[in-house]
């Protein structure tokens, strides 16, 4: 396949003037919110989403992704300077990152991180261009069974990877499904769990949910967890690390790249997890793991270099399959649905210029990111001193302003309320939105194409043994519901016996 000829024409699409500022736009957009603790890229992609009606399909993906990876740098700021992590995915960089800036290495923290950033995204971006339309070209011969046992795997590994508890995981991706369930059925035309309420015949509309989950819940419980002061941090004094700092961190940025890159292609993986497993790594393979915790730069090289890579190549399943691997890309997938573009194998041949374009903006993305993070430094700093209580108020009046521009509906105004309080209290009862969202979304591609499939296997389920993929996926599918029951029965088992040969 030659694919040099369309990645030159996506340089030419990213290039143009327009696409440039809002992918400069994106990055310090996704730089900001990074380092305003609580305000993740999930919840400013929500916010902004109808913001995006107006402007150019190519043009207001490219401005998404940027702030997409631009926030998973900005979390690594206050990580190191306040001890308060962004981002999700910025919580291990507090380790050693905040153990640094305590010795006065606060830029050497900051400099390697943006250079592990920098490599980690480029080397998953490389990625992208040469797998995603690989992945598209076999995914060509998907049809309903092998979209409806991917589906269903999907939802099952959000549930089970993602971090966080796995039973209440489980219990939000059920709702979400549910809610996807209400309004009319498109094969029957019947209304389901609509209550003889009109404005919920069409369904709920995703990005009301997202909204109100990620936007105004994240506010809500935001505002709350930072009620206390915080302390506005000093800028740091030296910017730049040594070059025995940088030679020290290559091979932890290297592994980084690596792991990220794997673990963002999963369903559930995403960044969080794969800073988690790349200070994990980094732990075992050092000489002196007593170093970590204590200010060992390989703590802060190797989780940014993994979330970055991980930020990028979560974009593959979504644009080649059209799978979203995380709440992110939930969001990024109705995105591309509000511009009336359907994500999966054909988009890199009916749009390659949207495909294209956008992969390449996170060439140009990733240049501008390592360019302004340390010189904004300071600025970030003053960012940090405005309190929450002023921002919050004008962020959910731009919300609320958003919700009802969708469709003039109070309505929507109101379902977006109450979903940010349920968006609320699920977070104080430590239950994540980003099981619901993305079982929410993959659960209309679930039902359409288990439908489709006993329509084309005329009811009988003994045709799902006709498609190889089909039985694949489904046996992949039984590895993740009982690989965790039968190695919690062998721990028991072994624990007991371990018992019995104490006591004789």
Known sequence: MDIFGPVIEGFGTVLEPSNLLYCFIGVLVGMLIGVLPGLGPAATMAILLPMTFGIEPVTAIIMLAGIFYGAQYGGTITSVLLR???????????????????????????????????????????????????IAGFALDFGPPEYAALSLLGVTLVATISSGNKVKALIAAAVGVFLAMVGRDVFTGTERFTFDNLSLSDGIDFVTVAMGLFGLGEILYNLEERHKAMAAPDKPKRVWPTRGELRQSAPAIGRGSILGFLLGILPGGGATISSLAAYGVEKKVAKDPSRF???????????????????????????????????????????????????????????????????????????????????????????LSVRPAILAPITVLITLIGAYTIKNSVFDVGLVVLFGVIGYLMKKAGFEPGPLVLAF????????????????????????????????????????????????????????????????
Do not use: C
């Open 84 to 134: 308060l992590p962004g981002e999700a995915s910025s919580v291990v960089t507090v380790f050693d990152g905040f153990q640094m800036a305590k010795q006065g290495r606060a830029g050497a923290a900051l400099g390697v991180a943006a250079v592990g950033s920098f490599i980690g995204g480029t080397a998953s971006i490389l990625g992208l261009t040469f797998l995603a339309p690989l």
């Open 293 to 383: 915790g204590k200010g060992a730069i390989e703590g802060v090289a190797g989780p940014e270099s993994a979330n970055n890579a991980a930020a990028t190549s979560s974009f593959i399943p979504l644009l080649s399959l059209g799978i979203p691997a995380n709440a992110t890309m939930a969001l990024m997938f109705g995105a591309l649905l509000i511009q009336g573009i359907t994500p999966g194998p054909l988009l890199v041949s009916d749009e390659p210029e949207l495909f294209w374009g956008v992969v390449n903006s996170m060439y140009i993305g990733n240049i501008l990111l390592l360019i302004m993070a340390i010189p904004l430094i300071g600025v970030f700093v003053k960012i």
């Open 441 to 504: 979304v993959l659960a209309e591609l679930l039902e359409s194409s288990v439908r489709r499939s006993l329509i084309l296997f005329e009811g009988d389920l003994g045709g799902v043994f006709t498609r190889p993929i089909t039985v694949t996926l489904l046996f992949v599918f039984l590895v993740v519901i009982f690989l965790p029951i039968i190695q919690k029965m062998l721990g028991s088992a072994k624990a007991k016996s371990k018992s019995k040969e104490l006591v004789s």
